[in-house]
T-cell receptor, first 112, second 116 residues
Framework: AQTVTQSQPEMSVQEAETVTLSCTYD???????LFWYKQPPSRQMILVIR??????QNATENRFSVNFQKAAKSFSLKISDSQLGDTAMYFC?????????FGAGTRLTVKP | GAVVSQHPSWVICKSGTSVKIECRSL??????MFWYRQFPKQSLMLMAT?????????EQGVEKDKFLINHASLTLSTLTVTSAHPEDSSFYIC????????????FGDGTRLSIL
């Protein structure tokens, strides 16, 4: 069974600084996808970034980038130039075929 | 593009009532949709995978007679909470996976269910 672990229940960062959220996963699959979702207080699930396991290059979306270490089964999210609007819950997710699992989440607070 | 509409967004009803939640993919077809439950300050827990034209696949511990899922078309899945009780109060979120390829799931905005 696939499991996703986020070991940081809460994180905080000063506005304009950089923060990294950790995520590890466990799977025996070789083909899978990894995602980071943001859930603000409105509780919408917003896709931040995705990574295909077969791609070695780390995904990047503007201020968001990942450090994907397949051998270590690690998938961390780096947020650069943090903004107040980045304050939210962040969930790491793993998908193989139609099986998608979420981590417990990290509550990120960006301080002015 | 890739919008998923979930309705209603908030419902309050008496214990014993059955509540239906709709999940629609507005601009794409979705052979597969998913239903999640989220308790306060917790993660999303997959309840069931809904497949168009066939029976849903329920996760272990989820009562299929309690949470009825129907996926009658490529753009609509419904979750009916039958004879709801206060312990069924929660936030329910659906997502839809576009048919074909390996595109990411798109989430609805969720339904806050409160059973009095």
């Amino acid at each position: 069974a696939q499991t996703v672990t986020q070991s940081q229940p809460e994180m905080s960062v000063q506005e304009a600084e950089t923060v990294t959220l950790s995520c590890t996963y466990d799977t025996s699959e070789n083909n899978y996808y990894l995602f980071w979702y943001k859930q603000p207080p409105s509780r919408q699930m917003i896709l931040v970034i995705r990574q295909e396991a077969y791609k070695q290059q780390n995904a990047t979306e503007n201020r968001f980038s990942v450090n994907f270490q397949k051998a270590a089964k690690s998938f961390s999210l780096k947020i650069s130039d943090s903004q107040l609007g980045d304050t939210a819950m962040y969930f790491c997710a793993f998908r193989s075929n139609n099986d998608m699992r979420f981590g417990a989440g990290t509550r990120l607070t960006v301080k002015p | 593009g890739a919008v998923v509409s979930q309705h209603p967004s908030w419902v309050i009803c008496k214990s014993g009532t059955s509540v239906k939640i709709e999940c629609r993919s507005l601009d794409f077809q979705a052979t597969t949709m998913f239903w999640y439950r989220q308790f306060p300050k917790q993660s999303l827990m997959l309840m069931a995978t809904s497949n168009e034209g066939s029976k849903a696949t329920y996760e272990q511990g989820v009562e299929k007679d309690k949470f009825l899922i129907n996926h009658a078309s490529l753009t609509l899945s419904t979750l009916t909470v039958t004879s709801a009780h206060p312990e069924d109060s929660s936030f329910y979120i659906c997502s839809a996976k576009p048919t074909g390829g390996n595109q990411p799931q798109h989430f609805g905005d969720g339904t806050r269910l409160s059973i009095l």
